[in-house]
């Protein structure tokens, strides 16, 4: 098996979560785990061949979402086929545009859209 790397999203209401991103992103949910409470602490999306996952936070494990904490320090970039409709989509469903999406001079048609959970996206597209 070769290496991989899946980034695990902290949120603050996972089935929301789960549904901002199959609908704005398009993700697919492959698997969903609940304790007994129905805390999700870990399901697991595919963007195209990507794998990510989400978790509820739970402050006393030292999982903080974004909000919790003032924000967060990472960007997430999706490339997608049409940034410009992403984005729109994003916000349209609850998401915050950060910087418009638009032709980069490195090459990218790119955007930054803070999601209703606090996470920071980077749109990215080939350019128009």
Known sequence: MDSELHPKLLVSDADAAIAFYT?????????RAADDHDVVNHAELT????????AQ?????????????GGS????????????????????LGAELVIPIDNRPYGKRQGRVRDPFGHLWV???ELR
């Open 23 to 31: 609908e704005a992103l398009g993700a697919a949910l492959n698997f």
């Open 57 to 69: 936070s739970v402050p006393e494990w030292g999982w903080h979402d974004p909000r919790s904490v």
């Open 123 to 125: 749109i990215s597209g």
């Open 73 to 92: 320090p990472v960007l997430v970039t999706a490339h997608v086929p049409d940034p410009d409709s992403t984005a729109d989509r994003m916000v349209r």
């Open 47 to 54: 963007l195209g061949s990507s794998v990510f996952a989400l």
